[in-house]
């Protein structure tokens, strides 16, 4: 993967960070709506953990389309986004998004990611995240391989929701 997050198989979530993040996908599920979050995080010195301390809800527009639901991020707020992870000696590591129904990465997913570092975690929440955290086995978790392509997370891969 040649990234910073190439050696990690580590992902630490802080239990808070999940909760405000499913909170905002609940918040815009309740109007019918698939909404983004991004995790910014620290990797270990010795490069093979990563853990998330910020948790920012990009301004976003939710779309309904004849083929379905989207979200997209203007260039001002990935601007921001980028911006705030600098200042705070972080990287963009990880982005959530949520699903109506069923959790998978579709197409615009895997070619439309708001994280673009290989490496990078994708996790994607069924059903709005109306049943979050309980459901957490029905997410889809990938990494980011290389641009357009994601891999389903593998045995080696280990996520830890701490605190």
């Known amino acids: 993967m040649g990234s910073l997050l190439a050696a990690v198989t580590k992902f630490r979530i802080p239990r808070q960070a999940l909760n ?8 815009a599920g309740r ?4 909404a983004f979050v991004v995790w910014g995080g620290t990797v270990s010195e010795d490069q093979t953990a990563v853990t998330f301390g910020t948790v920012m809800a990009p301004a976003q527009t939710a779309h309904k389309t004849r083929d379905g639901l989207l979200v997209t991020v203007d260039g001002t707020a990935l601007f921001t986004i980028n911006r705030t992870m600098y200042q705070r000696g972080e990287i963009l590591a990880g982005q959530v998004h949520s699903h109506p129904t069923d ?5 615009t997913d895997d070619h439309y990611p708001l994280v673009t570092l290989a490496g990078a975690l994708s996790v994607v929440v069924p059903d709005f995240a109306a049943h979050a955290p309980d ?8 990494r980011l391989v290389a641009a357009g392509e994601w ?5 080696a891969d280990r996520v830890e929701i701490v605190g």
Do not use: F
């Open 20 to 27: 405000d993040t499913l909170a905002v996908l609940r918040e």
């Open 31 to 34: 109007e019918g709506h698939e």
């Open 151 to 155: 891999a389903q997370l593998n045995r």
């Open 135 to 142: 459901d957490i086995g029905d997410w889809a978790w990938y």
């Open 103 to 107: 959790a998978y990465h579709s197409g």
